[in-house]
Nanobody, 120 residues
Framework: QVQLVESGGGLVQAGGSLRLSCAAA????????MGWYRQAPGKQRELVAA???????NYADSVKGRFTISRDNAKNTVHLQMNSLKPEDTAVYYC??????????????WGQGTQVTVSS
């Protein structure tokens, strides 16, 4: 089994910063894409940012220039540096990882979610 453990959420004022971290542990051969999604009350879960094992990144238009995703392949971790936060960034943030456990086992895994609240 594989577990994703997130940390770093919290309450911050508009304009502030937070850094989210996610660590994958368990039977892992390699991890392809890792990413962060978010879900606000009454809205669908949406992609915030993703990063491939080679370091290619993809961002939602709403966070470009403010958020930065990074990863450490050796430690199976992914981070999301969030700057210039806005109230509309308020949501539960979920870590996602495309995990390869063997030549025939590849599954998406999700973290438990961490709350980010931005006050105006």
């Amino acid at each position: 089994q594989v577990q994703l453990v997130e940390s770093g959420g919290g309450l911050v004022q508009a304009g502030g910063s937070l850094r989210l971290s996610c660590a994958a542990a368990g039977r892992i051969f390699t991890i392809n894409t890792m990413g962060w999604y978010r879900q606000a009350p009454g809205k669908q879960r949406e992609l915030v940012a993703a990063i491939t094992s080679g370091g290619s990144t993809n961002y939602a238009d709403s966070v470009k220039g403010r958020f930065t995703i990074s990863r450490d392949n050796a430690k199976n971790t992914v981070h999301l540096q969030m700057n210039s936060l806005k109230p509309e960034d308020t949501a539960v943030y979920y870590c996602n990882a495309d995990v390869v456990r063997s030549w025939s086992e590849r599954y998406p895994y999700w973290g438990q979610g961490t709350q980010v609240t931005v006050s105006s």
